[in-house]
């Protein structure tokens, strides 16, 4: 059972790390119960980012990780078949309006006028007029409102790990949206995201026929990540010995990515039909200047470069794309994959992102196109409903915590 076969590779990472259930669950901030229940095929997590967490914590090498993941993937997939979730059913079309009854008009013989009754017809006549073009006037909003017409397609958006999708064929998006929201301004000073702006709302069937999973802390390790922070040295607390830690650690110091922001998207179908994503666009919200603060990197001392992603987006450019780039395998060869993609409940797709950025703030969204049968449409990958956000720090003063205090260096971007 594919639920007991990731059990069984979660207890043996437990058991070669020598930690106990309360040393793990204190690391990752999760209770001990969770563990024990992961551990013993009770229960499979929702998400994959704590598995990967675990996986990390406990030392687990790259082909290890690859190979948890995907049977990660098979056992959530198992525990949705168990689950029989429901297919939300599409809401019923309202009824149209009623063509309004006509009113029968019944001649009469004009009664003697009395002097300036001429006048008073006219205006009578007028005024009713006005009331007639009135109520034409809200009827015809009534239909309007009541029924649903042709429209163009819009986005539907993850909440956090899973994303969903219109049904409805769209035409490639632009690399510049009409408008989107962008995220919500952090409480206290730090690097303000850009003004917000209008979304289109999901459309309201959004049912589709395939999830996305988002890991959007994509790094085997802090090596090249960085963090823009308006606080100084002095105020920046010592970066966490584990890289499941990186995330929370950058949000106390209210640091948003800087230079790079590295995205791990994992597609599955939800039963066997296959779903085929045709290509992935990225959308810009808002392009600005970075704001002024200094950089900070969880890392020292790390030399070398990492792998590249599957897919490089330069948010620099007039219309960024997501290029194809080489990816290494567990084999150690270089292997360059681009779409077309085909997914299934038991074939899903990883594809890696890297979207980079010199010396801009940019907000942006990530839309992949895809085709099931006789349907197709459009999906979109945010940040839990919001864009994701990528800060340049060309410019920036950079700093390495050398193990006592926060040091300058030059990024290695």
């Avoid at 009541?146 to 994303?163: D, N």
């Avoid at 992935?280 to 470069?305: D, E, F, H, L, W």
């Avoid at 010199?358 to 895809?370: C, F, G, I, K, R």
């Avoid at 940040?383 to 915590?401: E, K, L, N, Q």
């Amino acid at each position: 059972m594919e639920s007991d076969e990731f059990a069984g590779m979660l207890r043996g990472l437990k058991e070669r790390s020598g930690h106990s259930y309360g040393v793990l669950a204190t690391r990752l901030h999760v209770s001990t119960s969770t563990l024990h229940r992961y551990c013993h095929g009770a229960a499979v997590p929702t998400e994959y980012a704590p598995v990967e967490r675990f996986a990390r914590v406990c030392g687990a090498n790259g082909d290890e990780l690859v190979a948890l993941h995907r049977c990660w993937l098979l056992a959530d997939a198992a525990r949705r078949r168990e689950a029989g979730t429901a297919t939300p059913r599409p809401r019923p079309e309202p009824a149209p309006a009623p063509d309004p009854v006509p009113v029968p008009v019944v001649a009469t013989a004009p009664a003697p006028r009395a002097p300036g009754e001429a006048a008073r017809r006219r205006l009578r006549a007028l005024l009713g007029a006005v009331v007639v073009i009135g109520l034409i006037a809200a009827a015809s909003a009534f239909v309007l409102n009541g029924r649903r017409g042709p429209a163009a397609l819009p986005a539907a958006t993850t909440s956090g790990s899973a994303a969903t999708a219109s049904p409805t064929a769209s035409a490639p998006p632009s690399a510049v949206p009409s408008g989107a929201a962008s995220s919500s301004a952090p409480s206290t000073p730090s690097p303000s995201p850009p003004p917000a702006a209008s979304v289109p709302a999901p459309a309201d069937d959004t049912s589709a026929p395939f999830h996305v999973n988002v890991l959007t802390d994509n790094w085997g390790s802090p090596c090249g990540q960085w963090f823009l922070s308006t606080r100084s040295p002095a105020q920046v607390a010592v970066p966490p010995d584990t890289s499941a830690d990186v995330d929370s650690w950058a949000a106390a110091q209210q640091g948003v990515p800087g230079g790079h922001l590295r995205l791990q998207l994992t597609a599955q179908g939800a039963d066997a039909t296959p779903v085929v994503l045709h290509a992935a666009y990225i959308q810009v919200v808002s392009t600005r200047p970075a704001p002024k603060g200094n950089a900070y990197t969880p890392g020292s001392g790390c030399g070398g470069g990492l792998t590249p992603a599957a897919f490089a987006v330069d948010l620099d450019a007039p219309a960024p794309r997501a290029t194809a780039v080489p990816a290494q395998e567990s084999t150690g060869k270089p292997v360059l994959s681009t779409f077309p993609f085909r997914v299934s409940a038991t074939d899903p797709q990883v594809i890696n992102v890297d979207a980079a950025t010199a010396a801009q703030d940019v907000s942006w969204y990530l839309d992949l196109v895809w085709s099931s049968g006789d349907r197709q449409g459009r999906l979109r990958v945010d940040d839990h409903g919001r864009p994701f956000r990528t800060v340049g720090i060309r410019d920036a003063a950079a700093y390495f915590h050398d193990g006592k205090r926060w040091s300058p260096t030059t990024p290695d971007l």
